[in-house]
Structures are given as structure tokens and as C-alpha cells.
């Protein structure tokens, strides 16, 4: 037990919480779940969290930053709106198979908690930040204006947020296909129906 304590880091331990949050659920988790999954005392545990709330916060946090990110790259800034928005789609789902865990657990969140409450917003204002791209790629008239951007938003988010059910790291389950193969088949399935003219 002194060697496992002395190895565990803030990380390990928080692609431990992880875990089990997607398993049990986050209100089906107690912290003895935790430091059992762990291999290490809860004393251990608050030694470097406050408590699961913290950890809860700091997984979601890490999934927020990442595709908030993606919002700053050059290529979601720069040219037309409807290239932007193809790459905040790619990139969404790039971010979402790199992560999978984390996402995961952000997609989970219901609002029973200030740290969950406070995830749902952000999720929000990404997703707000998204339809506006949609709105001026279609008042630019390179996206169909007869499909509300705030609709077109949720079905886009939909097909890509469907990944974490059955995509996985190890391949299994979805056919072999790489993430790039995955990304771009989720950016022409959706942009085939979305555009009004075929990609340049």
C-alpha cells in the first residue's frame, strides 16, 4: 500500500474517478467506491481532492477546455464560415475519441450539482457558439436556410455525441475504422445534407 501511495498521482487518480463515474454514475459513486477502484485509502484521496465534487469538476473541466480549444484554432477563426464550421465538426469529434472518458462524463452531467449546473452552461455556450457559425454560413449562403441553426446544431452535436456509445479506442465494435476515417465520415454525413452546394 506505501508504494501504491507514493506512485499515485492527481492524473491516475483522476482517470480512476472517471471510471467510475461513467460505470456507477456520478451520484452512484461514494467516495469508499473510489478509493476501492484506487487501491488506496480515502485519507490518500483527500489528501489531494476536497472531495468527489472536486474531482467531478477538474474530469469535466479537462473536457470543456479541450473543445473550447478547438473554437481558438486558426482554421475555426479564419475564411468561410461554412469551412470553419466543418472543422469545429471534425475537430468535435477528433476531441471526443482522444478524450472519450471525459466527454463522456460531460454528456452524462444532469444538473444536480453546482459543478454539473455549471457544466451544462458551458455546454451551452459551446453549442450557442456553434449555431452562430451555422446562422452566418447560411446567411453566406453556402448552408440550406430552410433548417433552423439552433435545430441543425442539436442534430449535428447528436450524430457526434452518439460516439461515445459505441466508439472505442481499441477499435472493437466499429468496424476498424480509424478516428480520422470516423471524423471525416461524421463531416460528410452531416454537410452533405447541410450544404447547399457540393464541397468545393
Avoid: C
Avoid at 1 to 9: L, S
Avoid at 110 to 130: K, L, S
Avoid at 174 to 184: I, L, P, S
Amino acid at each position: 500500500m506505501p508504494a501504491k501511495r507514493d506512485t499515485y498521482t492527481p492524473d491516475t487518480l483522476l482517470a480512476v474517478a472517471v471510471r467510475v463515474f461513467n460505470e456507477r454514475g456520478y451520484d452512484g459513486t461514494s467516495m469508499e467506491h473510489l478509493s476501492r477502484a484506487a487501491g488506496i485509502s480515502k485519507s490518500s484521496i483527500y489528501h489531494h481532492v476536497t472531495g468527489k465534487e472536486e474531482l467531478l469538476r477538474r474530469a469535466i473541466s479537462r473536457a470543456l477546455d479541450e473543445l473550447f480549444a478547438l473554437l481558438e484554432e486558426p482554421a475555426a477563426l479564419r475564411g468561410r464560415a461554412v469551412d470553419r464550421l466543418e472543422h469545429v465538426t471534425r475537430r468535435t469529434a477528433e476531441v471526443l475519441m482522444a478524450d472519450l472518458p471525459y466527454v463522456t462524463l460531460l454528456l452524462r452531467v444532469r444538473g444536480n450539482t453546482d459543478t454539473e449546473r455549471w457544466a451544462m452552461a458551458r455546454r451551452r455556450e459551446f453549442d450557442q457558439q456553434v449555431a452562430a457559425l451555422l446562422k452566418q454560413a447560411a446567411a453566406e449562403g453556402d448552408l440550406r436556410t430552410d433548417v433552423d441553426p439552433r435545430l441543425a446544431t442539436r442534430l449535428l452535436f447528436g450524430m457526434i455525441n452518439s460516439l461515445v456509445e459505441w466508439y472505442r479506442p481499441d477499435r472493437s465494435g466499429h468496424g476498424g475504422h480509424t478516428k480520422d476515417e470516423v471524423a471525416e465520415a461524421v463531416v460528410r454525413t452531416a454537410f452533405a445534407g447541410l450544404r447547399t452546394t457540393p464541397e468545393r
